[in-house]
């Protein structure tokens, strides 16, 4: 069986546990296509901030 070999400090524990109250990412709509996307992300159809950026899977 494993054993620690030395006393984690409360410090420690609580940067271990710094992730567990994690929230949901904030979400943005795209205002031409009304996309949901990541924020300072480029959207699904290629549209960043109103102007197309990268051309889309399907063109």
Known sequence: ?????????????????AHDFLTNPPLAVESTTGEVHLRHHVSPSGIYRGKQVVKAKGE
């Open 1 to 17: 069986m494993a054993v620690q070999q030395n006393k984690k400090s409360p410090s420690k524990r609580g940067m271990h546990r």
